[in-house]
């Protein structure tokens, strides 16, 4: 049974970094080079969760995956897009853990008057095959509604290697005429 819940840095951040580990140091799924410190991540959840959401999924008491959001290039006339960043434990991909944080993420940007959804995404270069980098994670996201809306071209170097980058993005509600504010999600939790 998979429960999400919202994160609680003090408890959570040493299962969040271990889950995260692999994607630095064996991927380039992430661009970081080096897997941040439990301390250090506990700062980075506290940040986001200023604001916004930062899910954990458990199952049987065990963290399997997070998402979380950001601002979206940080000016106040893009407040109501926010970029999305999901992590699994390898062992719980596909079993449907991401489309449910991803599911309970949308039901809380929707009250917090979010409307556009983005997920930067590193890939290998079209025509190339990497054994660190494939395009599972832009599959994934094209799974859940997303639809890409562009690609950089070599704008990583990771393991030796000119890494591309797309952007997507997933339109999750109607635009209003006079949106209201981006609420907090502290205070969307509490109501």
């Known amino acids: 049974m998979?429960?999400?819940?919202?994160?609680?840095?003090?408890?959570?951040?040493?299962?969040?970094?271990?889950?995260?580990?692999?994607?630095?140091?064996?991927?380039?799924?992430?661009?970081?080079?080096?897997?941040?410190?439990?301390?250090?991540?506990?700062?980075?959840?506290?940040?986001?969760?200023e604001k916004y959401p930062y899910l954990v999924a458990e199952s049987d008491g065990k963290i399997v995956g997070y998402v979380y959001v950001s601002p979206f290039v940080g000016r106040v006339a893009y407040e109501h897009s926010v970029e999305t960043s999901i992590y699994l434990a390898p062992e719980s991909r596909h079993q449907g853990i991401g489309k449910r944080l991803y599911g309970a993420l949308k039901d809380v940007l929707r009250k917090m008057n979010v409307y556009n959804v983005y997920a930067c995404i590193g890939v290998p270069e079209e025509g190339t095959s990497?054994?660190?980098?494939?395009?599972?994670?832009?599959?994934?996201?094209?799974?859940?509604?997303?639809?890409?809306?562009?690609?950089?071209?070599?704008?990583?170097?990771?393991?030796?290697?000119?890494?591309?980058?797309?952007?997507?993005?997933?339109i999750i509600a109607d635009y209003p005429d006079n949106p209201e504010p981006v609420i907090s999600y502290m205070d969307v939790k509490k109501s």
């Open 2 to 49: 998979i429960t999400i819940r919202t994160a609680d840095p003090d408890n959570d951040a040493a299962a969040l970094v271990e889950i995260y580990r692999p994607y630095v140091e064996k991927t380039a799924i992430s661009f970081e080079y080096t897997t941040p410190s439990v301390e250090e991540f506990r700062e980075r959840m506290k940040r986001t969760l």
């Open 130 to 170: 990497l054994e660190f980098l494939d395009n599972n994670s832009m599959d994934f996201h094209a799974h859940m509604g997303y639809r890409l809306v562009g690609r950089f071209h070599r704008c990583g170097y990771k393991f030796h290697t000119w890494l591309d980058m797309v952007w997507m993005e997933k």
